[in-house]
């Protein structure tokens, strides 16, 4: 190249501007960039039943908010929009009448589902999500429980700014610590969807208190916000259609055959009043299918370590066999909640929301096969057996209850 | 085209190329096929996909060990006359180019749907091509250069993928195990076999013609298949152990989907644009060498001396077709899953087979090869 330049002169020259110009038209970077300041970050949907398809709402953060160093405060973090339409990508484009930026899903860390459209079945709305591209697979689902998704999203929440982050945030905690809520993403909720052997579930989603005064930052001031959003209980889907709630008992007990709870506390009553509480650590869980004599049998192992977390009753906790004592009452208190569970959702919901016909698939996959149309059937009339093994291996930082001390 | 002295491409290039060549396209489109016809034993029939390519490489090696210093097009009019051979290596031709197509569709319609929907397929096709006709034109030699300096990248990514999946696989996904019937496990490994190993015939161009140390060329062959194919087996088992046979079948591209899972502590998240270089390096070339071959058959057909003068013009005409070769997406599965793998088995083993048994008996019967054809193209 740098010989032709010298010789060539001007022609050369001539060249090389012309073949540095013909990569401009090249390199103008991306064709379909889109700067920040012109995206609207969405961090919750939220989709309803609406008289002629789906009403969509849409929770945006606003960013001057967010990053303001001081100053804040003076308006609302988030801004919510909503719109309806006949399919959701007809709501989510007509939103651009009434917002000055383009939607961007990405980031999107938390989809609310209306109670009514939940129980009419949500398998046509899941499809634009799987198809969209800009849609990640990564945020929560859940269900709003007697109210409009687009009421949850319009609630803002105290101590995190964005209340779609404050949920995503408090499911992957509670799922830890108190296990009544089940974490569900749209790849899990599209393979129970599909799956003969497993139902899926979804965390419920409920306001605690009028839900007009959540609109205004002005609640944000008090130091007990009103409403509150709470997440409670699981929801039964069958196949695509949500079938009813679970209790606070029996979705501790569909979290105990996940073995996802550790951390869960478990208290049972003293013998002579009084509670004694046992927080579990660990946990591990089995759900097997098995065939025995011809027909199905679901069973469920559970182990657990857990410690001791607080004595209300006078019990001489320093001896060996109340321990073996206290272990027996767990492991009673879990089996009981797994059966509870289990009998409740055979009788009512008809849904293998344990997945004991997955794992019959992968034990006998030949006599799945058999079953596996007739499955809603075969599970409501399924033997199921609990079989739980807890330890408890600390007593905390103390030896005796205070109470002890206080009878003698 | 005459054989040069010393030969452009050494055994270890050549090893690196063939690996490169089987993980291009497949990689992106294999794992959603098998997962469809094995569900979760989609990675056992990549195995035995596995087994299928080595069948094939051996052939390939035996059959190129009948032109040791010719390229396959030459070797076409040799056992076939003047021009009986050159339509042979029209045919060819034909083939390598609409190969090149498919393989430039496939790269287009991967960035539209994941990446830029709306940026205008041609734009992406064009850039591609243009390196693609800088790489053609440069020569093997530098071809072989870039696959050496590509490929650690390659190694990387993969183990990168790899190691931040290994958390997220659930072996339960993976059971019932041998629960697919051995048609369906053959029908995948055929599919395989067919996107990975078959379309190896375009190497035959500059296989063994022009890569050093033959002997030692064919083992680097074996060696570039088998690791290859170890690669998309290892993709392939994490699609279904992270994402589930049923996901993964559902995913236009499940690769890109497990790339997307990645997530170390929500900080190491949403890399899968990196890790999708494995795909643009593999299909780079892949369309590179589809492209080879026909360039490569068309100067010899044309009996043009150098094949770099048609490498832009063939460049301009493949972005073209590479927007008509397939109306659509949905077609373009149609044709993978029904119309591909009879006319790959039909390029990429019938003929050659038929070939090497016409040349064998022409050797057999006149002693040596036919006169008419001895040194046509050089």
């Known amino acids: 190249m740098s010989r032709r330049l010298e010789g060539g002169g001007a022609l050369a020259s001539a060249v090389l501007l012309f073949e540095l110009l013909l990569g401009l038209l090249l390199l103008t970077g991306c064709w379909n960039r889109r700067e920040l300041n012109e995206l609207a970050i969405a961090a919750a949907m939220g989709m309803d039943k609406a008289a002629d398809g789906y009403r969509i709402s849409i929770q945006i953060i606003n960013p001057g908010e967010i990053a303001a160093k001081k100053g804040g405060g003076m308006m609302s973090p988030v801004v919510t929009y909503a719109a309806s339409g006949h399919t959701v990508m007809d709501a989510l484009r007509k939103m651009s009448t009434e917002m000055p930026r383009e939607i961007y899903l990405a980031h999107l860390r938390i989809l609310v589902i209306g109670e009514s459209l939940a129980r009419q079945g949500i398998g046509k709305v899941l499809d634009v999500l799987s198809r969209y591209h800009e849609v990640r697979t990564d945020f929560h689902i859940v269900a709003a429980r007697d109210r409009t998704a687009e009421e949850v999203l319009s609630s803002l929440t105290a101590l995190e700014k964005i209340p779609a982050n404050r949920l995503y945030t408090s499911l992957d905690l509670s799922e830890k610590i108190w296990a009544t809520t089940g974490k569900t993403n749209l790849d899990t909720l599209i393979s129970a969807i599909g799956s003969e052997g497993q139902g899926a579930v979804m965390t419920g989603i409920e306001i605690v208190g009028d839900p007009e005064n959540g609109r205004t930052v002005e609640q944000l001031k008090r130091t007990t916000p009103s409403p509150l959003l709470r997440f409670s209980g699981l929801g039964v889907m069958r196949q695509d259609k949500l079938e009813g709630w679970l209790g606070e008992r029996e979705s501790k007990g569909l979290g105990y055959t996940r073995g996802n709870l550790a951390g869960a506390p478990i208290s049972f009553p003293c013998p002579r009043g009084g509670y004694i509480g046992v927080e579990l650590i660990r946990m591990k869980s089995d759900v097997r299918g098995e065939v025995k004599a011809g027909k199905p049998v679901g069973s469920v192992r559970i182990r657990a370590e857990g410690n001791l977390s607080e004595v209300e009753c006078e019990t001489d906790v320093l001896k060996l066999g109340s321990i073996s004592e206290l272990e027996k009452e767990t492991e009673n208190e879990i089996r009981t909640s797994v059966l509870e569970a289990v009998r409740r959702v055979q009788r009512e919901y008809r849904s293998d929301i344990f997945g004991f016909g997955e794992a019959l698939h992968r034990a006998k996959p030949a006599a799945w096969k058999k079953w596996k149309r007739d499955w809603p059937r075969m599970f409501a009339g399924l033997e199921v057996k609990v079989n739980v093994d807890v330890k408890i291996r600390r007593i905390g930082t103390v030896g005796d209850p205070v109470v002890q001390k206080l009878e003698e | ?378």
């Open chain 2, 1 to 378: 085209m005459t054989t040069p002295a010393s030969a452009p491409v050494s055994v270890r290039q050549f090893t690196i190329l063939v690996f490169l060549y089987t993980v291009g396209t497949t990689i992106l489109v294999i794992p959603a096929g098998l997962a469809a016809v094995a569900k979760q034993d989609a990675w056992i029939a990549s195995l035995l996909g596995l087994l299928f390519n080595l069948a094939a490489v051996f052939f390939y090696l035996r059959f190129s060990r009948s032109f040791p210093d010719m390229t396959l097009a030459q070797y076409y009019e040799r056992v076939y006359g003047r021009w009986l051979g050159k339509l042979f290596t029209l045919s060819f031709v034909f083939f390598s180019f609409i190969g090149a197509a498919t393989v430039l569709f496939y790269l287009g319609n991967f960035i539209n749907t994941q990446v830029m929907p709306k940026t205008p397929i041609q734009a992406i096709s064009i850039l591609f091509i243009l390196i693609v006709a800088m790489g053609l034109r440069l020569g093997l030699e530098a071809i072989a250069k870039a696959g050496e300096i590509l490929f650690p990248w390659i190694v990387l990514l993969f183990f990168i993928l790899i190691a931040c999946l290994l958390p997220q696989v659930e072996v339960h996904k993976l059971l019932p195990m041998f629960e697919a019937d051995v048609s369906s496990l053959l029908k995948g490994a055929v599919s395989v076999t067919g996107t990975s190993a078959l379309p190896f015939i375009v190497f035959l161009m500059f296989y063994p013609a022009f890569v050093a140390n033959r002997k030692k060329a064919g083992r680097g062959f074996v060696a570039g298949t088998i690791a290859g194919g170890l690669f998309i087996a290892a993709i392939t088992f994490l699609s279904v152990a992270v994402l589930g046979a049923d996901i993964s079948e559902r995913q236009m591209y499940p690769s890109f989907s497990l790339a997307k899972r990645i997530n170390i502590g929500n900080f190491f998240a949403r890399v899968e644009i990196l890790i999708a270089a494995i795909w643009f390096i593999t299909v780079y070339f892949k369309i590179l060498f589809y492209l080879y071959g026909c360039v490569a058959g068309l100067a010899q057909l044309l009996g043009i001396g150098d094949y770099r003068a048609l490498v832009l013009p063939m460049g301009m005409i493949l972005v073209v077709y590479s927007q008509v070769v397939y109306p659509n997406v949905v077609y373009a599965a149609e044709f993978d899953r029904t119309v591909w793998i009879p006319y790959i088995l039909t390029y990429g083993l019938v003929i050659p087979i038929a070939t090497w048994a016409v040349g064998r008996l022409r050797h057999r019967m006149r002693g040596k090869p036919t006169a008419t054809s001895g040194d046509v193209g050089e």
